[in-house]
């Protein structure tokens, strides 16, 4: 599946927010934001494009305070 960025968005970001997720270390949104060195509402936009359009399973476990990926998850970001 190709899925075509929007002209705003850094690959590089989400590569690191699916590495972030994947070892369950995001923090909070506002710590998340922090880390990716993007704003809260950013951190949103990247969120939901990855549970939209890349199907992405993200859950956010309020307990834990951060995002994780409810089921396993892999992600190709180059061919």
Avoid: W
């Avoid at 590569?15 to 369950?24: N, Y």
């Avoid at 990247?46 to 892999?74: G, H, Q, S, V, W």
Wanted: charged share 30%.
């Amino acid at each position: 599946m190709v899925v075509k960025l929007h002209t705003n968005m850094d690959i590089r970001v989400f590569i690191r927010l699916h590495d972030l997720i994947t070892t369950k270390k995001t923090g909070t949104p506002k710590q998340l934001a922090q880390k990716l060195e993007i704003s809260e509402r950013s951190v949103n936009y990247y969120i939901a494009f990855m549970r939209n359009e890349l199907k992405a399973p993200i859950i956010y476990d309020r307990k834990l305070e951060t995002y994780l990926y409810e089921t396993d998850c892999k992600l190709c970001f180059v061919n």
